[in-house]
T-cell receptor
């Protein structure tokens, strides 16, 4: 049973560029959430997708957008990258209505 | 506005002793609490959770205690083992539906052999 997978593992971009991160949820899960974890901080909630719609959103600007596909996989897009966007981006999946989330290994984004 | 707080950035404990990690929250709407463990270069791993209708939940060496009146929870690890060395995150949510999970800043536990 594959857990949550994310790609790529690492990514280096320059300011102003755009990036797309990908996530495949754990088998049987239908809800995907994205988190940003800056160095020395806890994961910060970006948004959550269920049935291909954004259901909840944290305090992140519109430069952060996402998508969920019919197979429940998801993408996180960040436009006009800033140095401060450098972080570990985590994807988590669960069954809607259940509290326990399962995390992927994350994508380390570095913005130069 | 940090709604979930872990005021101890680090903790060192001897192998075999008890590790106690603390967490405070400010949002009265939170009714479900979770602890995650994170090793370097890995995503957080779910450890144990507790609903607000309980004040204690045990799973093997791990016990979580919840004091709703104080808005405080703690994770006890007994006995502590070197493999427990990791960063521990406390998290809270309002259960059901499309709830978002709010994390604390983490406590780095080092278990000394």
């Amino acid at each position: 049973d594959a857990g949550v997978t994310q790609s790529p593992t690492h990514l280096i971009k320059t300011r102003g560029q755009q990036v797309t991160l990908r996530c495949s949820p754990k088998s049987g899960h239908d809800t995907v959430s994205w988190y940003q974890q800056a160095l020395g901080q806890g994961p910060q909630f970006i948004f959550q997708y269920y049935e291909e719609e954004e259901r909840q959103r944290g305090n992140f600007p519109d430069r952060f957008s996402g998508h969920q596909f019919p197979n429940y996989s998801s993408e996180l897009n960040v436009n006009a990258l800033l140095l401060g966007d450098s972080a570990l981006y985590l994807c988590a999946s669960r069954l809607v209505g259940y509290n326990e989330q399962f995390f992927g290994p994350g994508t380390r984004l570095t913005v130069l | 506005d940090q709604q979930v707080k872990q005021n101890s950035p680090s903790l060192s404990v001897q192998e075999g002793r008890i590790s106690i990690l603390n967490c405070d929250y400010t949002n009265s709407m939170f009714d479900y609490f979770l602890w995650y463990k994170k090793y370097p270069a890995e995503g957080p791993t779910f450890l144990i959770s507790i609903s607000s209708i309980k004040d204690k939940n045990e799973d093997g060496r791990f016990t979580v205690f919840l004091n709703k009146s104080a808005k405080h929870l703690s994770l006890h690890i007994v006995p502590s083992q070197p493999g427990d060395s990791a960063v521990y995150f406390c998290a809270a949510s309002v259960s059901g539906g499309y709830q978002k999970v709010t994390f604390g800043t983490g406590t780095k536990l080092q278990v000394i052999p």
